[in-house]
């Protein structure tokens, strides 16, 4: 149920035809095209990183989409209608919900539950293999039969949690928002892009009153990569992770566009002592440029 699909693929040129892929692609990015397109500005989408995805969020909103979904090349959707389920849960979620998940508790009302106006992305969770870092990935017996049982739910305002870019869609109005920390070649840090770009979307998302929803769709996690890889890979974000957050939680913010927020949190970046969120906060600044 795409409208149209964008491929972003992390190798110096495309290694593949895309007519081989199937009916409905008609983009396909690699690093030559990023930076036909971008010229001087290109190193801010990351290259070896998952946060390359990036790219095709700016591609998919420089075309004028209303949804903008991602996927993982190793999650595999589940349910039908992907992309309805996770508008679905945007548009139509109830302002009222339940005191106790699938009890129909006191008080709740029959003629309307409301609907929520204010829900700008969907994060959908994984079967099989869930998102687990490198640590619990080998510190735990191998799960490979992940299934959720949660309902969809409202994330909380005011709090922070593991926003996971394998399986997710937000509306056009946050755009701006959806560049994945710069990460992977030319980077001390590795695996953390989306977990700290959903740590600047959620404290700017809880200023502008705009929420957020998380269960449904699922997709089938075929985890690609190696656990021990990983370990390696992730060792310096794991502490850096434990101080990124609260830099971004002690912010405030003057305005209510996310643009102008995000703008705001560049230039907060740039003045830190740390030379990777100066970098970081420069690259936020040249993305912010390009809506």
Not at 143 to 152: A, G, L, S
Not at 198 to 224: M, Q, T, W, Y
Not at 252 to 264: D, M, N, R
Request: proline letters at 6%.
């Amino acid at each position: 149920d795409w409208d149209e699909i964008i491929i972003v693929e992390d190798n110096e040129t495309r290694t593949f035809d895309i007519e081989s892929v199937g009916v409905g692609v008609k983009n396909h990015y690699s690093w030559k095209e990023i930076e036909e397109t971008l010229g001087s500005n290109a190193w801010i989408i990351s290259k070896k990183d998952s946060a390359i995805r990036s790219f095709g969020f700016l591609m998919a909103y420089l075309k004028g989409a209303d949804f903008i979904f991602s996927l993982d090349d190793d999650c595999y959707p589940v349910q039908p209608n992907f992309c309805q389920q996770h508008i679905k849960n945007m548009n139509t979620t109830a302002k009222w919900t339940e005191s106790v998940i699938g009890m129909r508790t006191r008080g709740l009302p029959y003629k309307n539950l409301g609907k929520l106006d204010n829900i700008v992305l969907n994060m959908g969770l994984w079967e099989g293999v869930p998102d687990l870092d490198s640590i619990q990935s080998l510190s735990s017996p191998p799960i490979n039969d992940f299934k959720p049982e949660q309902p969809n739910r409202i994330m909380p305002v005011g709090q922070y949690f593991p926003l996971c870019g394998m399986n997710f869609g937000f509306k056009r109005q946050i755009a701006v928002l959806s560049y994945f920390a710069p990460m992977g070649m030319n980077s001390p840090y590795h695996r953390f892009d989306d977990i700290w770009f959903g740590i600047i979307l959620k404290k700017i998302c809880d200023h502008c009153n705009f929420l957020i929803s998380c269960g449904e769709p699922n997709v089938r996690h075929i985890r690609a990569s190696d656990p021990f890889v990983n370990l390696k890979k992730e060792a310096p974000g794991i502490f850096a992770n434990e101080e990124f957050w609260e830099v971004i939680d002690n912010m405030t913010f003057a305005y209510l566009e996310p643009k102008l927020c995000l703008l705001q949190v560049s230039d907060f970046l740039k003045e830190n002592s740390d030379p990777y969120l100066q970098k970081y906060g420069e690259a936020l600044k040249i993305w912010t440029s390009l809506f």
